[in-house]
């Protein structure tokens, strides 16, 4: 489980040092605090679809990139929520 983790930590830490923020400003941008991105950028931290959608936004990617190669215990919910943007955003 460590390496699914590595990854998605690079991932998010990659997106964020490519576009230039720091973490703080990333957090501010993203409506989250500080510790949660530097969860997101651990292997503490869970990200919800709302969150998602916002990294997908600031970042100018997709989902798909943001969880590729990564298996990410993702809440029902969410996961019923993704299927949904994903039928109307086609």
């Not at 292997?43 to 959608?53: D, N, P, Q, R, V």
Request: net charge positive.
């Amino acid at each position: 489980m460590a390496d699914v983790d590595v990854r998605l930590k690079d991932t998010m830490r990659s997106l964020r040092i490519k576009f230039g923020y720091t973490q703080e400003e990333s957090a501010k941008l993203l409506g989250v605090s500080a510790v949660t991105l530097r969860g997101w950028e651990s292997e503490s931290g869970k990200i919800t679809f709302t969150c998602i959608k916002k990294i997908e936004k600031l970042y100018k990617t997709k989902q798909e990139y943001i969880f590729s190669n990564c298996a990410v215990d993702i809440p029902e919910h969410d996961k019923y929520a993704m299927t949904q943007a994903a039928i109307f955003d086609s």
